[in-house]
């Protein structure tokens, strides 16, 4: 078998760390962008989500929607908490303030995203949609 070459171990480590290194570099540039990261504001500009605020403000809007769905501030609290932010349906480039979709299950199975914007007032809710059904509201 002189005609065929066997890669030495050292080019197959090589090939590994270069696809390894591309790999990461591909998930750090895909995970900023699907995270909402803002790279072109200064980490002291960037709002945090507070899970447990002083205090929470309903917009006129956000009671209107919680009062059609059947949604307590109980509720609206306890998906603050523990629900999971959607990034793709969050604006934290919204100004005045940035917006946070948070997403989770009310008490009785409802699919719930509820939109916060931290203010300097409080934590602003303003909209309160159920993700399962269309509810009729006058809102």
Not at 24 to 29: A, E, N
Not at 63 to 92: A, F, H, P, Q, W
Not at 114 to 121: E, G, V
Request: hydrophobic content about 35%; charged content about 35%.
């Amino acid at each position: 078998m002189r005609g065929k070459k066997r890669p030495n171990a050292r080019k197959i480590s090589i090939i590994l760390f270069i696809t390894l290194l591309a790999g990461v570099m591909l998930f750090r540039i895909l995970g900023t962008w699907e995270t909402g990261d803002l790279p072109d504001r200064r980490p002291e500009d960037v709002v945090v989500l507070d899970r447990f605020p002083d205090k929470l403000i309903f917009t006129r809007h956000a009671r209107c929607r919680m009062d059609c769905r059947k949604v307590s501030e109980g509720e609206v609290k306890d998906i603050l908490e523990k629900g999971r932010v959607n990034y793709k349906k969050s604006d934290l480039r919204a100004k005045p303030d940035p917006r946070y979709a948070v997403e989770g299950y009310s008490g009785d199975g409802q699919h719930l995203r509820i939109i916060f914007a931290p203010s300097r007032k409080g934590l602003v809710v303003i909209t309160c949609i159920d993700l399962n059904r269309e509810w009729q509201c006058k809102c």
